[in-house]
């Protein structure tokens, strides 16, 4: 009878590169969804107001969520791309050539991130649009909401400051004219 040796299996090395592939997929992941959260959440004096938390974080804790992972998306999607620099440069190159080439995807994708570009600065749509959105939901949405839940008598406009100053009764800027308590004056303190 024959005795085998018993087979293990040969351990398997550490992979940089599987590494460095995770923590860019996890930090995508992550980003993601705080941002959603951060562009839904309310601006700071209103968070203050409502008492806004998710998952026992207020907005500054997303952000720093946010920020933290941002960080560590960019650098291991540098060095993602210096490890796969090759694999890339397949990409641009003609395959029977193997000269690199301006192919149809690279012109497109450059179109594209030029146009979303130039609508963030401009601002044109659709930049200016997520912008006001963000703005809508970072502001009014949440008042309103507070609001109407009876949690908090906020003003729901620009005015708040104002308006607190007058029911606390604290002096109006000199030369302000006269206006009655719980009421801005329409004249100064618009949209």
Known sequence: ???TEPTHKPRRRFDPIGLITYIVGLSFVIMLI???VLFLAPSGEIQRRVGWTLLGLGRDGWQTLHLSF???FIFAGVAHITCNWSGLLHH???RKTRHLTLKWEVVIALVFTLLLLVSAIAPFPPASTLHDLNRYFRKDFWVDAAVTN???AAPTSAKAPIIEKIQQGTAL???HPVVS???ACSACHRK
């Open 181 to 183: 308590p719980g009421q």
């Open 150 to 152: 009876g949690k908090v």
């Open 1 to 3: 009878m024959e005795q």
């Open 70 to 72: 941002a960080v560590a």
């Open 173 to 175: 800027p000199t030369g």
């Open 92 to 94: 641009l190159r003609d």
């Open 34 to 36: 705080s941002g959603m």
